[in-house]
């Protein structure tokens, strides 16, 4: 009778154990039918919270916004954007205003800063906040000027949360970059045959520019506002002034395109403003 009892005993515990793994692999294989890898199948709680949409807006003119994009944030119940922690401006928001009519874009306040720390401490702060929204199920977009995962802060923000909450559910909707629009605003060819195309940042200056020009092409140089005027010796120095094209403030009513970069020599540019450099352009 005892030996009964215990032999049932342990039929059930296989049972039970059969049980689970089905249970786990139910969980595993739904996951794969809805294609979503980013879901962490460790941490279940995940489950409950809502989706993180990174749309891009494109860099400035409303209809360069994608029907996907639109379609994300006229379905999500929040939507956050960047802004500078001394005025509240977003760009981004600005851009998507004609599309959304009185729907709130949610500020996240970023100090215009280098000091990595206080950074830091405001990349967690926002995130924070973000994630409180998820963590009641709700979906949210944040907006970024241009694509999404091109020098956008809302890459910092994925790993901000993914830190937090790994198993987060995370989509991107890309957007038209800001390269994108300046060469077609100055029908200029990115890249043509064989050629290669490089983008680089120039928050350092010409450093980067020197370095890239020997291995590539064709060069888009953004964030060039705060080191102008080293960029544009750089180019002096390489002889690529006259190959060079400026482009600020796309798609507003300041947008301006400047051929040939000697008109420039001491101007002071807007944040908004890139150069693409092209080592292979013919005079015309
Ligand atoms: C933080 S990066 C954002 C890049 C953006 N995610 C993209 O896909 O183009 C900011 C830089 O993008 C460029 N940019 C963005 N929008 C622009 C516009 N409307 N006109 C000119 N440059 C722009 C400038 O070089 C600016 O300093």
């Known amino acids: 009778m005892g030996d009964e009892l215990i032999r049932r005993e342990i039929v059930g515990i296989e049972f039970l154990s059969f049980l689970q793994g089905m249970k786990q692999l139910t969980e595993k294989f739904s996951d794969n039918v809805l294609g979503d890898q980013t879901l962490d199948v460790r941490s279940r709680k995940t489950r409950e919270f809502g989706i993180l949409y990174g749309v891009g807006v494109g860099p400035g003119d409303p209809d360069l916004l994608t029907i996907k994009a639109l379609e994300v944030l006229k379905n999500v119940p929040f939507i956050f954007a960047a802004s500078s922690s001394k005025n509240d401006y977003s760009i981004a928001g600005n851009i998507v205003k004609k599309h959304l009519g009185s729907k709130d874009v949610e500020k996240l306040p970023f100090p215009m800063c280098d000091d990595k720390s206080v950074l830091e401490e405001a990349w967690k702060k926002n995130g924070d906040r973000v994630l409180e929204v998820l963590s009641r199920g709700l979906d949210c977009a944040f907006i970024t000027l241009g694509d999404p995962l091109t020098y956008s802060t809302f890459s910092y923000l994925m790993k901000t949360i993914r830190k ?114 092209k080592k292979n352009l013919q005079d015309t």
């Open 164 to 277: 937090v909450a790994p198993g987060i559910r995370v989509r991107s909707v890309p957007g038209i970059t800001s390269f994108q629009a300046a060469a077609a605003a100055a029908s200029l060819p990115l890249s043509e045959g064989e050629e290669s195309l490089v983008i680089v940042s120039g928050a350092r200056g010409g450093l980067k520019l020197k370095e890239s020009i020997k291995t590539s092409d064709n060069i888009v140089m953004l964030k060039t506002y705060k080191q102008f005027k080293d960029i544009y010796q750089t180019l002096e120095e390489l002889d690529l002034l006259n190959k060079a094209t400026f482009v600020c403030n796309l798609g507003t009513d300041e947008q301006k395109i400047v051929n040939n970069l000697t008109k420039l020599k001491n101007a002071n540019t807007p944040y908004l403003s890139l150069i693409i450099i």
